[in-house]
C-alpha cells in the first residue's frame, strides 16, 4: 500500500510540475503540497469513522484535480489500459461483435464483415446467455465485455438465445485481431457522387480514405463529400494526412502551440496527393471534433471544399499520453492547435474558470475574423462555422424511448424472421401495411415517456404555484395536460415517419451489417442531398468557395 501511494504521489508531482512556469521557484510549494496530501490521506485513511477504500480514495482525488484542469486531462488506472488502446488504435483481440444491454438481456447489435463472429453463425438479435460457461445475468457489463474480448487465438464460446429457436445454441470462436475500419463506408451517392464517412481518426485513417477515393474515381466520381459527422477525432498526423489527400505537398496544415517548446511544432504535407481538382464537401455537425475540426478548418482555409452542417465542437486542443508507474497511464493537454489561416476554434476557456468553478464560451467581441485565400472571412473561438449552414432533426422522445427500450430492435429482429429474401438497400421502405403491424405489436408494450412539452408545462406549474396563480389558472393546466395525455394516445402515427426510419436502418442491417444501415438513410439525409446539389452546380460551388 505504501508503495502504491507513493507512486501516486510522484504521478502528483510530475502533473504539479508541469503546472508552474518555474519549477525551480516552485519546489517548496510542490513538496509542501505533497506532504500535506500523504499526511492527509494517512490521517483519513486511520481515523475515519468508516473504513475507506484507499485506491478510490486517492483515484476520487487525482479525477477532481484533472478534472480542474478540462475533461480531456485524465488518469488512466492499469484495468482501463486496454480500452484506452482500443480507442486509439482501434484494435483489439475478439471475435468482431458488438454488444448492447436492453434491459436485463445482452443482445447482438452488429457484426462486423469479415471476421469470426460473422463466419461462425452469430447472428444480430442473438441474446448471449452465457461466455465460457459463465451466465452473464451474475456479471457487470464491465465484466462481460473482458471475457468477450482476450489474447489473439484463444478460444471462446457463446451459448445465444435466438429468437426463433426453442433451445440455446452454443457457439465456438477463435479470438483474432479486429481492426475497427475508420471508413465504415464508401460508395455513389449519385451518378457522378462519390461519399467517404469517416468515423475515427486511428492508425491507417488516411490510407483508408486514400483508397476509397481511388476505387471512387475508378467508379466514375467526379466530386466527394467527405463524411466528418460524429467524428470525436484522434490521431493528429491522421488529419494531416487526410488533408495531403486533397492539398498539395508542402503546404501547412496545422501548428500547435504549449507552454514547453518541444510543443510547438508545425505539421504540413508531405507527400503528393490524390487529387487537388476534385470538388470536395465536407459534412459536419455539433459532434465533429478536434481532428476533424482540423480536417474541415483547414480545407475550408485554402477553399479547397465547402462545409456544410452545423457548427462543429469546437475543440482545439492537442492531448498527449504518458507512461506512469504500475502500467497506468496519464492522457494530457500539452498544446493549442491553429490551423493554417491561425484560427484556434477551441470554444471553451478552461483557462479562465468563473469563481464558481464553470467554464464560459468565448464571447463574440473577443472573436478573431481571418482571411481564406480567396478571401473569404473566418473565425475562431467556437468551432468550424460551415459555409452552407442545415438544421440538424432531433429524435422526437417517443422515438428515443423506443430505441432506448429495444422495442425497434426487436421488432425489427422479428420481421426479418419471418422474410427470408435480402431487401434493396437504396429503395427499401416500411409499407403503410408493415407499419400497422408494428402498431398492433406495440399495444402491449410498455413505453411511458416525458416529452418536451410535458417537462415545460411542469416547469410552468411550479413556478405558477411559487407566484401563487396555480388556483386561477388550474382548470387551463389541467386542460392542456389533458389534451396532451389524448395526443399521446395516436403518437406512434404522428410520428411514423421518424420511426420508420429507424425500424429501416435495423431491417436493412440484418442482411447487409453497418453498411447497409449506413445506405438506407441516405433518401432521408438532407446534408447528403445539399452536397449533391451543390456538387452538381459548378458555378454555384466556385462562387461559394470565392473561385473567379
Keep these: 500500500m505504501k508503495k502504491k501511494l507513493f507512486g501516486l504521489i510522484a504521478i502528483t508531482a510530475i502533473i504539479l510540475a508541469f503546472s508552474f512556469s518555474n519549477p525551480t521557484e516552485r519546489y517548496f510549494e510542490i513538496a509542501k503540497n505533497l506532504d500535506i496530501f500523504a499526511t492527509l490521506f494517512k490521517e483519513v485513511n486511520a481515523l475515519y469513522v468508516d473504513e475507506v477504500n484507499p485506491n478510490k480514495l486517492v483515484r476520487t482525488g487525482i479525477d477532481a484535480m484533472l478534472g480542474s484542469l478540462d475533461p480531456y486531462t485524465n488518469y488512466i488506472p492499469e484495468d482501463e489500459v486496454e480500452d484506452f488502446r482500443t480507442m486509439n488504435t482501434g484494435q483489439y483481440g475478439g471475435i468482431g461483435a458488438v454488444t448492447r444491454e436492453i434491459g436485463n438481456r445482452t443482445i447482438i447489435t452488429m457484426l462486423m464483415e469479415g471476421y469470426g463472429a460473422q463466419k461462425g453463425g452469430l447472428k444480430i438479435g442473438d441474446e448471449v446467455l452465457k461466455i465460457d460457461n459463465i451466465e452473464l445475468s451474475k456479471l457487470s457489463r464491465e465484466e462481460s465485455s473482458q471475457l468477450m474480448k482476450g489474447q489473439v487465438g484463444t478460444p471462446v464460446s457463446l451459448t445465444i438465445k435466438r429468437v426463433g429457436e426453442s433451445q440455446p445454441i452454443k457457439l465456438d470462436f477463435k479470438r483474432e485481431k479486429i481492426k475497427l475500419s475508420n471508413v465504415p463506408y464508401f460508395g455513389m451517392v449519385g451518378k457522378d457522387v462519390a461519399l467517404i464517412q469517416l468515423s475515427d481518426f486511428t492508425p491507417d485513417a488516411a490510407k483508408e480514405v486514400k483508397s476509397a477515393l481511388i476505387i471512387l474515381k475508378d467508379q466514375g466520381a467526379k466530386s466527394v463529400i467527405l463524411d466528418l459527422r460524429g467524428n470525436p477525432g484522434g490521431l493528429l498526423i491522421e488529419a494531416v494526412n487526410i488533408t ?194 408494428f402498431v398492433i405489436w406495440m399495444k402491449d408494450k410498455n413505453y411511458n415517456y416525458k416529452s ?97
Design 452 to 548: 418536451y412539452m410535458e417537462y415545460e408545462l411542469q416547469q410552468f406549474t411550479e413556478e405558477v404555484k411559487k407566484e401563487k396563480y396555480f388556483m386561477e389558472l388550474k382548470t387551463q393546466l389541467d386542460q392542456i395536460n389533458s389534451r396532451i395525455a389524448e395526443s399521446k394516445k395516436n403518437e406512434l402515427m404522428l410520428y411514423k415517419d421518424e420511426i420508420k426510419i429507424v425500424l429501416e436502418e435495423e431491417i436493412v442491417s440484418r442482411y447487409y451489417l453497418e453498411r447497409g444501415a449506413i445506405e438506407s438513410g441516405f433518401k432521408y439525409d438532407n446534408d447528403v442531398k445539399k452536397a449533391v446539389e451543390l456538387l452538381h452546380s459548378n458555378d454555384q460551388y466556385k462562387k461559394l468557395l470565392g473561385i473567379q
Design 244 to 437: 495531403n489527400i486533397f492539398l498539395p505537398k508542402g503546404k501547412m496544415v496545422v501548428s500547435t502551440k504549449g507552454k514547453i517548446p518541444e510543443n510547438n511544432l508545425n505539421y504540413e504535407t508531405l507527400n503528393n496527393p490524390i487529387d487537388t481538382e476534385i470538388p470536395v464537401a465536407v459534412l459536419i455537425n455539433r459532434n465533429s471534433a478536434s481532428a476533424s475540426e482540423i480536417v474541415a478548418g483547414t480545407l475550408q482555409d485554402y477553399d479547397r471544399g465547402l462545409i456544410i452542417g452545423e457548427k462543429s465542437y469546437g475543440k482545439g486542443l492537442v492531448q498527449v499520453s504518458r507512461q506512469l508507474s504500475y502500467n497506468s497511464q496519464l492522457k494530457i493537454t500539452t498544446a493549442k492547435y491553429y490551423t493554417p489561416t491561425g484560427r484556434c476554434i477551441q470554444v471553451l476557456d478552461y483557462g479562465h474558470r468563473r469563481e464558481d468553478g464553470s467554464v464560459g464560451s468565448i464571447p463574440d467581441s473577443l472573436k478573431k475574423a481571418f482571411k481564406t485565400t480567396n478571401g473569404r472571412k473566418v473565425f475562431d473561438g467556437g468551432g468550424i462555422d460551415p459555409d452552407i449552414k442545415t438544421e440538424a432533426l432531433e429524435a422526437h422522445a417517443l422515438t428515443q424511448v423506443l430505441f432506448e427500450k429495444g422495442y425497434l430492435f426487436d421488432y425489427a429482429t422479428q420481421y426479418t424472421l419471418k422474410r427470408n429474401t435480402p431487401v434493396d438497400i437504396k429503395s427499401f421502405q416500411i409499407t403503410d401495411e408493415d407499419y400497422q403491424q
